[in-house]
DNA sequence: TCATTTTTTGACGATTCGTCACTTTTTGAC
DNA sequence: GTCAAAAAGTGACGAATCGTCAAAAAATGA
């Protein structure tokens, strides 16, 4: 690697610091609870000092963002890994982006705040670059799935493009979070398990542009509890443990 | 009607002029642009003043989200008095809620805002309650439709529940549109109509849980075209209209 | 050891919030 | 028309937070 001098390992770690305790600050408070000198006071340096890392409290939030969302292209990397046809993997995305989700569900909320036109103004191009290029790896794990399943004919699209299809997902699955996280009463509803509900609309999606092996060819619920158990059992340990002391 | 006294009639005369004011704002210096010492120079109003009708600023911008839910519910409204099959007035609503999002994409995004968790801490609960019913409203409209399918025996559902298709209906448009606010660069994609492809979507989804009539039994441009035409003529004016000079 | 460079600091001006003591206007009894 | 009580309106104020910058402290190396 890169030799770094002492005084850049030290500069990095405390950078490591302030997003640190930056982000335990965000999630106690929120984004107005969270102000800059609370972070200079938590981190026991000077406002001064915190401005030579971050231009902004708008740039401290977005690296917050960008670390969440490079967990979740992480997710997404270990699910284009999953053994098994292109559809599978598509599952496995799925999977993943609910279990993102729920899992950092405050940065998910933050990161859809940032993509609003107001936020958007306070923050700089360079930060909102950063942040699409991750979102464009994310999207690029499902594009090659996609590219995949046509390559072995598992997916012949007639009046539609790949990039629409993965639209059309990429809305519900989007969407359905969204959702989910703006306490909406959906078990009033009578939606107990959204994410089922969710996962159970985009088979017959899929389904319905004859993406091989079709639902009924195939026995997704094992599918599904591989994803579980192979890819993201630690995930999963976490999201329900959290729920319990919640 | 109830009969008011001159000082209530002009009270809510003011409050209608700080709100009309408030949009202006809003629209044009987005939430943080958006002060009550300039609401109060705007209406030449004393801030005290501005401070008898809402408690806080974000309780102005609770009532500008209220107005605009409001529009979007009288809208949803007109869809449901299309005359045609439950599924033709899905597809209206579907069309209500793509022009919705466009002609008003400043108050939809905040009203995604509103229901982050951080933003929430700062609004009383008898404001969301009332957003809350707003969107409840909305929301009955597509229950009756969908109920109404299912008297008629257009829609037959198996394993799933109304509530459940309607979760997964609503969950792509709104996904869809906070995708397409976020500026996400999806002409870049090869996307050139989003709500067209959107439109696909659910009338893919639509087809594969049975709702009569079927796409390949029905004329459906012909039914988006009456739509466009005898619904919201003048919603699609005003939104293309507002594309040109932008 | 000490002058120079680098880093850190926190006081500061600016902005905005929501409040409240004071001023102005309105009301209605005489 | 007058005047005192009630209602409505005002804007200066304290508090919080932002981002800046001159001065202090620390590190460097001749």
């Known amino acids: 690697m890169t030799q770094l001098t002492r005084k850049q390992r030290d500069f990095q770690a405390r950078e490591s610091l302030i997003l640190d305790v930056s982000a335990e600050l965000f ?60 559809r599978e993997k598509m599952c496995a995305i ?16 933050h990161v859809q705040m940032i993509k609003t036109a107001s936020i958007r103004q306070k923050i700089p191009e360079s930060s909102q670059q950063a942040l699409a290029e991750i979102e464009d790896q994310c999207l690029q794990r499902i594009v090659n799935i996609v590219a995949e399943a046509i390559e072995c004919q598992d997916l012949v699209l007639e009046d539609m493009t790949p990039q629409e299809l993965i639209f059309g997902l990429w809305s519900i699955a989007q969407g359905s979070s ?37 639902s009924h060819q195939w026995d997704y619920e094992q599918t599904y509890h591989r994803i579980e158990t192979e890819l993201f059992i630690e995930e999963l ?10």
């Open 27 to 86: 999630e106690q408070f929120g984004y107005f609870g969270l102000s800059m000198d609370r972070i200079a006071q938590a981190v026991e340096y000077s406002k001064g000092t915190i401005y030579q890392h971050f231009q902004s409290k708008e740039e401290v939030l977005c690296a917050l963002c960008a670390r969440s969302m490079r967990v979740q292209q992480q997710m997404f990397q270990k699910a284009t890994q999953f053994v098994g046809h292109p």
């Open 178 to 214: 969204v959702i989910m996280l703006s306490d909406t009463p959906l078990e009033e509803m009578g939606i107990e398990q959204p994410d089922l509900v969710i996962r159970a609309h985009c088979m017959r999606l899929l389904d319905v542009y004859g993406w091989q092996p079709l």
């Open 237 to 246: 340990s976490r999201f329900t443990s959290g729920d319990q002391h919640d």
């Open 94 to 109: 799925l999977v993943a982006h609910q279990l993102y989700t729920h899992l950092y569900a405050r940065e998910f909320n």
